[in-house]
């Protein structure tokens, strides 16, 4: 028939490991242990894209994308929580626009409390933070407007985009704003490679936050994902042997027990 | 294949729960709610400061307990959680809606300050209070009017604006990457690099490959050499290096995913937002 | 070599009339031909489409609105063209609010035209929410789950949905959509149910189907309007003028341009590059 939709024993293997890695890492951060994390480009440009707008005198503008309240979305409002803490030291607006109610409340939340951390409470201007529309176009045309109208010196993309994600570079382009782009979504990074000064490709972006606090827990998480890819690529090569010995040297001692019990529930 | 496991005293229970109400009953169950959310939420501001977060947590951790059970410890033969789903979806869906509230007032203050003071592109502010309250307008009558005549009026007005304002709008931002696609490769596309040039021509023959005027530049070519013909090559980079690199991408994003969402999960995420004092 | 130089500099207002240019050309001639060559996607994808039983439905998923009607539009004309034709019943269901209007109305003109009735050969679900109880409840109880279909009228008391119950009763599901509902679909609708799935996105989603049609997860695919076109090729429609072929065309002058576009910035590029350092050359000579 068809697949199961509930775990089988390969997906409480793989899964497991995955999860004991992550954790396993993250608790030997915490207890002390210096970590390694190599340089992303596009995340070491945020200080300098700060900077830019700080000079100019303009705002900056954080588009936390489409997404609404997921992993990508709460991923994003950490980098807006980095990025605003930062503008907040050198009295830069940062303007969020939203597409997503909930979301609207996070930056919300995190901005005011990144302006008081820096001790400018007063600083803080709700107008900053909105909520335009929930329909993709109308908030493409929102934030394309907000850009020419306030001439924003820094874009900043982090979350999930979809078809909005160039009309928004292109217009960012046209107003001569440096622009940094991360995002999961793997459709729209050509588009932003060509509209941006620089791009977070694919699993960088979920790096960001540990690379931008270098938070113990974070970076051990970060480090338990490479543990993690390595299991991948290791069931990789595992499998396509297996598989290609089942068809080629089916005679092979243990190849029975392992297409039965490996490659049925992997290969399903 | 996946069947009910109602059985019993559970299916009693749960269909008590979920079966649909009407009129009066419906009205006291909602007041009800109302009236327990309510108690709920003054439980929670009543917590001393110092309980509050484990109750955040506690409550963070069985909302994900539930979906993680649901798929890991379920089977074919044996899932309670799995009928438990729709409920659970339409809760966050309810939950959600209250948000949109906040999303709304935060557009009613920012667009109103601006009518009031007058400032620069007022009137376009004032455009959003008009459409708003049209369309919601347009739309209440339509499905509430009792009188033909009105709500037959009122659905022409609706169709006006949904079919003559909202779709064309739609298509037309949706359109305008045409033009932007055209101005950012003419821009980006430049040979800076080895990997620039790679990308360029990878581009070109994909472009080429996918329609009929390029079929036409390479179908001279002979058999021996109709690999190189512009759909061949371009169908060998869509199904051999693109599908890789795709495949690639995929599990990297699927492991950091899994590690944000159990960082979230387990309240280890760090952050203001995350370590902030409730 | 100013010439050149300057051609890494067209404003980008020129760039765009252009492109006004080159789009309306198509547009206007309204060109009939069909491509020759069909992908071995689009052939899969016609072949799963012809091997239905009469006995079963085609559940088209549509996840798509007026802004991709380019190229999503064409898809689901010419996939319920080749359902009516062979006297498939389908039902579509819209997980996008302004999508349903335009599914329905493309229905509704199909049917006229090729002489079908509503609700005996074809139904529209309507709009509706899109979550996981839905998908799962397409192949567990679909009557149930769609309730009433865009009219308002029980499904459940519709001819075309006589003896259709539940995934025992769908041939297949195709997902006609403009972003990412695939993976969705395929883990609670088709793959716990054993449906084929065929996959009609627009042609920036459609890199990433390929790992799921070499996996065999995606039956087979129809690539935006550039499928749709090789569809109707397969269907007896290469001499007739479509949405789908005056789409083709369109994109194909619109490619070619791009590319001119390209050709030129990287003269001028070489252009300036070749004056800069000839500039610095007498510099140092002097």
């Not at chain 2, 596309?189 to 079929?215: D, Y």
């Not at chain 2, 899994?258 to 937002?273: C, D, K, P, Y």
Request: proline share 4%; net charge neutral.
């Amino acid at each position: 028939m068809g697949t199961t939709p509930y775990a089988n024993p390969a997906v409480y293997i793989v899964e497991g490991l995955l999860v004991f890695f992550i954790l396993y890492k993250i608790i030997s951060a915490r207890r002390g242990r210096e970590l390694f994390i190599r340089r992303i480009t596009g995340l070491s440009s945020l200080d300098e894209a700060v900077g830019r707008a700080t000079e100019m005198g303009k705002p900056m503008l954080f588009v936390p994308g489409i997404g609404g309240l997921t992993v990508v979305g709460l991923q994003a409002m950490a980098i807006l929580q980095h990025v605003v803490q930062r503008a907040a030291k050198f009295l830069t607006r940062v303007i969020v626009p939203n597409i997503d109610p909930i979301m609207f409340t996070i930056s919300e939340e995190i901005s005011k409390e990144a302006y008081n951390a820096e001790g400018v409470p007063e600083q803080f201007d709700p107008e900053d933070i909105r909520y335009l529309s929930s329909d993709q176009f109308a908030l493409a045309a929102g934030v394309v407007g907000i850009m020419h109208r306030e001439k924003t010196a820094t874009v900043l993309y982090f979350g999930e985009f979809f078809a909005e994600a160039l009309i928004l570079a292109e217009n960012g382009q046209m107003v001569g704003a440096i622009q940094i782009a991360g995002t999961p979504s793997i459709t729209q990074v050509p588009f932003f490679l060509a509209a941006c000064d620089y791009t977070i490709i694919g699993d960088e972006y979920y790096a960001a936050s540990a690379y931008l606090s270098r938070e113990p827990t974070l970076l051990g998480s970060l480090v338990g994902q490479d543990y993690g890819k390595l299991l991948m690529m290791g069931l990789i090569v595992i499998g396509a042997i297996a598989v290609t010995l089942v068809s080629v040297a089916p005679w092979l001692p243990g190849l029975g027990w392992l297409n039965a019990n490996f490659l049925r529930y992997f290969l399903r | 294949m996946t069947t009910s496991t109602h059985h019993g005293l559970w299916s009693i229970l749960w269909g008590a729960v979920v079966a649909e109400r009407h009129g009066t009953v419906l009205a006291l169950l909602i007041a009800g709610s109302l009236l327990v959310g309510a108690g709920i939420l003054w439980m929670l501001m009543s917590v001393p400061t110092r309980y509050r977060k484990p109750v955040v947590m506690a409550v963070t951790f069985l909302g994900g307990l539930i979906l993680a059970l649901e798929f890991l410890a379920g089977s074919e033969k044996w899932h309670p959680l799995t009928d438990f789903l729709p409920t659970y979806g339409n809760v966050q869906m309810v939950i959600g809606s209250f948000a949109l509230l906040l999303g709304i007032i935060n557009l009613f203050m920012i667009h109103g300050q601006a009518v009031s003071k007058r400032t620069k592109g007022w009137a376009n502010s004032l455009a959003f209070f008009v459409a708003f309250f049209a369309i919601m307008m347009a739309g209440f009558v339509k499905d509430y009017a009792t009188a033909k005549a009105v709500s037959g009026s009122a659905d022409s007005i609706f169709t006006v604006f949904f079919e003559g304002f909202l779709m064309p709008l739609s298509s037309t931002m949706f359109s305008m990457i045409a033009f932007y696609i055209a101005s950012a490769a003419y821009r980006a596309f430049r040979i800076r690099s080895t990997e620039s040039a790679l990308m360029m021509i990878t581009a070109s023959i994909l472009m080429l490959g996918l329609v009929p005027a390029g079929l036409y530049l390479t179908a001279w070519l002979p058999e021996p050499l109709s690999w190189l013909r512009l759909e061949n090559l371009s169908a060998w980079l869509l199904v051999g290096p693109n599908m890789a690199v795709q495949r690639a991408m995929a599990f990297g994003i699927a492991v950091g995913a899994l590690a944000v969402g159990l960082r979230i999960w387990l309240s280890l995420e760090r952050g203001s937002f995350f370590d902030r004092q409730l | 070599m100013n010439i050149l130089i300057k051609l890494q500099q067209i404003d980008r207002r020129v760039i765009y009339a252009l492109v006004v240019v080159v789009l309306a050309v198509p547009l206007i001639f309204h060109p009939a031909g069909h491509p020759t060559l069909v992908t071995p996607e689009v052939h899969r994808a016609f072949e799963v489409i012809d091997q239905i039983p009469k006995d079963k439905m085609v559940i088209l998923s549509s996840a798509w609105g007026p802004s991709t009607e380019s190229e999503n539009g064409p898809q689901t004309a010419v996939l319920m063209r080749h359902m009516f034709m062979k006297g498939i019943r389908f039902g579509i269901v819209s997980w996008d609010q302004a999508g349903s209007q335009v599914t329905y109305k493309i229905g509704t003109s199909l049917e006229k035209e090729l002489h079908k009735q509503y609700g005996v050969d074809w139904v529209h679900f309507g709009f509706k929410l899109l979550n996981e109880a839905a998908l799962r409840g397409i192949g567990t109880d679909l009557p149930t789950t769609m309730k009433n279909d865009k009219l308002g009228k029980l499904v459940s008391r519709l001819p075309v949905m006589n003896g259709i119950k539940d995934f025992h009763n769908i041939g297949a599901v195709v997902e006609i959509s403009a972003s990412g509902t695939l993976e969705g679909t395929m883990i609670y609708t088709t793959q716990p149910n054993g449906l084929s799935l065929l996959y009609c996105p627009t042609a920036v989603m459609s890199v990433e189907a390929y790992k799921y049609l070499d996996s065999g997860q995606v039956k087979g695919m129809l690539n935006s309007a550039v499928g749709a076109a090789q569809y109707e090729t397969l269907i007896g429609m290469s001499d007739v003028t479509t949405q789908a072929s005056i789409t083709t065309w369109a994109l194909s002058t619109a490619h070619i341009f791009i590319i001119v576009l390209i050709l030129l910035g990287n003269l001028g590029y070489i252009a300036s590059k070749k004056a800069a350092r000839r500039q610095g050359g007498e510099a140092s000579n002097d």
